[in-house]
DNA sequence: CGCCGCCTCACATCTTTATGCGATAGCGCC
DNA sequence: GGCGCTATCGCATAAAGATGTGAGGCGGCG
């Protein structure tokens, strides 16, 4: 049986989830909150601590943003999944880099979000298809970015490894060429970019997320 | 009624698949291929090319994701959904990498295959559970203990001087010491956070700026 | 005092990066 | 068809970085 957390400020759809899924065989509700500061609160009387919450993400007080990245360091075996009637990107990215292990919109169905659920256990990642589209277009090719610099997007996609901190040789390997073919364009981009070390594209990159992010 | 087009080398299952969802009304199956090479050949004769397109992987020949690359090219708006009995992290972000909107184990039933393709119509990506882990993996802060930051304080002015993207040359006259004692530091540095370059320390400043900035 | 952590420096060696000079092939364009 | 741009790959050399081994000085602490 899965002790299971849930956080949600609601009452009437804290309730809810609180009632169903304690109600199943699978898991033991152990601690339902309307906030995190409530929930970190509980969990000090608690025998055993979930290992699995669900969170809402628009919460009064700390955000379920902020409050998942506090409790991942309480409970850093914990899985936690999203819960959100928002989907877009920004709050999407977030979680996710805040080490939430998925992400469903708030309308999911009960008996859907207890197979999510089982799911993480099992090791998986539900994300429900509108906010998976975010992470894929994250990882697709830049569909023809007009404004950076004047890259091309083969050069693009070098910096953008270089960003991810790879070395030569790994870049190669994502971009399935030869290490010369990447010094080659490692080169062009250097001349377009007036720079010359990986170390200063990749300044440059921390720089432009601090402005744009 | 969408135009469909199938890539999937096993006849059994091709059929399968074919059959299936051409009886659907939302699909009108308009090519079925065992190969990529078939099936680039086979669009040049069609009067409305496939807007939605499920690939198997393991293909003869050009690999599924090889071919999705070059298909993505000739036919920009359609979206391709990968299909595959392997789960693996490397083949899932080549995938994602080459522009796939979705990623599906094989033993996916063909209902629910059906009810996938129409949410990716939908502009949604759906994703394996077990696949979207990979995901929500590499978005994840750093294993939840990357040494929380036991730096001396001149390890720490080394770090930042790394982020600042100077050379070893540089941090020694920043610092006023000699290059082999900057050596000494970053070596110091690197078993502390485990990593082995400064590339790693970067990117590891990007992913910390994004949390907090 | 002796031990330990921190800062300093040195030398050696191997790998990775930076950079120059080519070369071939495909593609769009006039 | 020639021209420019892009992408690919090769070779060579020099600089920078990564890694191992060792070692002296300094300050705090049991």
Redesign the pocket.
């Known amino acids: 049986m899965i002790p299971l957390g849930i956080i949600e400020d609601q009452a009437a759809i804290r309730e809810a989830l609180c009632e169903y899924l304690g109600a199943q065989p699978e898991f033991d509700c152990v601690l339902c909150a309307a906030s995190h500061e409530e929930f970190m609160a509980g969990l000090a009387g608690l025998a055993t601590p979930p290992t699995l919450v669900l969170s809402d993400i628009g919460l009064p007080g700390r955000s379920g943003i902020e409050g998942l990245s506090v409790l991942r360091q309480v409970l850093p075996e914990a899985e936690v999944l999203m819960l959100s009637v928002y989907t877009d990107a920004e709050r999407v990215f977030e979680a996710l880099r805040a080490g939430a292990v998925g992400y469903l919109e708030k309308t999911t169905p009960l008996p859907l979000l207890k197979e999510h659920l089982l799911q993480v256990a099992a090791g998986g990642s539900p994300m429900s298809p509108s906010v998976a589209r975010h992470v894929t277009r994250y990882f697709a090719p830049r569909p023809v970015v007009p404004a950076a610099d ?9 910096v953008r490894a ?1 960003e991810d901190g ?7 390997e994502r ?14 981009v ?2 377009k970019l007036q ?7 990749m300044a440059r990159a921390q720089n432009r997320s601090r402005l744009s992010w």
């Open positions: 004047n890259l091309t997007p083969r050069e693009q996609e070098i270089i790879l070395s030569y040789k790994l870049i190669a971009l399935h060429v030869s290490l010369d073919t990447v010094r080659s364009h490692i080169r062009q250097y001349r720079v010359n070390s990986k170390a200063e594209i």
